[in-house]
Nanobody, 116 residues
Framework: QVQLVESGGGLVQSGGSLRLSCAAS????????MAWHRQAPGKQRELVAA???????NYGDAVKGRFTISRDNAKNTVHLQMNSLKPDDTAVYYC??????????WGQGTQVTVSS
């Protein structure tokens, strides 16, 4: 069993920045990839950014050039640096981890609110 705990959400003004973090814990696991998704009220959950073991990354079109995902493999931690935030970025942000041989685990989510 793997647990994911997100932190760093909050309220920020349009144009501001936030940094989200997600730490994975458990026993005897190996993570092949980690990602951030988000879900705004009335909308489907969407991919924000993903990063894989060889540090290849993938970003959703809406955040390219503004958000940066990074990971610390030794600490099983992933970060999301969010710059130039817009009101449309308001959502609950979820961390996900692909655990080798087991499947996908999700965090509880952290609220990000961007005021105009």
């Amino acid at each position: 069993q793997v647990q994911l705990v997100e932190s760093g959400g909050g309220l920020v003004q349009s144009g501001g920045s936030l940094r989200l973090s997600c730490a994975a814990s458990g026993s005897n696991f190996s993570i092949s990839g980690m990602a951030w998704h988000r879900q705004a009220p009335g909308k489907q959950r969407e991919l924000v950014a993903a990063i894989f073991r060889v540090d290849s990354t993938n970003y959703g079109d809406a955040v390219k050039g503004r958000f940066t995902i990074s990971r610390d493999n030794a600490k099983n931690t992933v970060h999301l640096q969010m710059n130039s935030l817009k009101p449309d970025d308001t959502a609950v942000y979820y961390c996900a981890a692909v655990v080798t041989g087991t499947g996908v685990y999700w965090g509880q989510g952290t609220q990000v609110t961007v005021s105009s």
